[in-house]
Antibody, heavy 119, light 108 residues
């Protein structure tokens, strides 16, 4: 089955760190750009970061630049998001998402993992 | 950076009616790289339309997309009970992959 499964969400204090993981299965992970998209409680979708197939190109939304790092391990079919200096406004469900190849629309979503930043 | 503005914020209609959702881009979207997603409560979004007018696999033909440049429309020709959800447009092709703020389609 083609799927993405996120893990690593938790309650963390402001200023803390967290690493999210996304396990891909059912498709050739190394052939696709991947991304993280988040959704704050009761709010809309916000694209967070994306990474090229070989990890050589990464993009971030301005609000997370310098704090978040997207990475991948194609041998493990896994995508990661290292989140540092977390703020209350980072509280959200974080979705792992696959970009269609060769286009850039999102054609596969995970179920999401909840990150809550609070003291 | 492209800004996508969706209207209306909430649309109240009855099953069987026609729904028209708007997504306006500023500045314009190149190559019609515009997608539409549907999201139901507690679920991940689902791709409906890409390339402004191409239906994704498995999407019923009552869903259609149109438009180009700065003005795009998602039309649901005849609403089914399962269509009541939140709909998002998204510009893709290069970063940032901006989303619109969403239109909530609710039962009247």
């Amino acid at each position: 089955e083609v799927q993405l499964v996120e893990s690593g969400g938790d309650l963390v204090q402001p200023g803390g760190s967290l690493r999210l993981s996304c396990a891909a299965s059912g498709f050739t992970f190394s052939n696709y750009w991947m991304s993280w998209v988040r959704q704050a409680p009761g709010k809309g979708l916000e694209w967070v970061a994306s990474i090229k197939q070989d990890g050589s190109e990464k993009n971030y939304v301005d609000s997370v630049k310098g704090r978040f790092t997207i990475s991948r391990d194609n041998a493990k079919n896994s995508l990661y998001l290292q989140m540092n200096s977390l703020r209350a406004e980072d509280t959200a469900v974080y979705y792992c998402a696959r970009y269609s190849s060769p286009s850039w629309y999102i054609d596969l979503w995970g179920r999401g993992t909840l990150v809550a930043v609070s003291s | 950076e492209i800004v996508l503005t969706q209207s209306p914020g909430t649309l109240s209609l009855s099953p069987g009616e026609r729904a028209t959702l708007s997504c306006r881009a500023s500045p314009s979207v190149t190559s019609n790289y515009l997608a539409w997603y549907q999201q139901k409560p507690g679920q991940a979004p689902r791709l409906l339309i890409y390339g402004a007018s191409s239906r994704a696999t498995g999407i019923p033909d009552r869903f259609s997309g149109s438009g180009s440049g700065t003005d795009f429309t998602l039309t649901i020709s005849r609403l089914e009970p399962e269509d009541f959800a939140v709909y998002y447009c998204q510009r893709y092709g290069s970063a940032p992959n901006t989303f619109g703020q969403g239109t909530k389609l609710e039962i009247k």
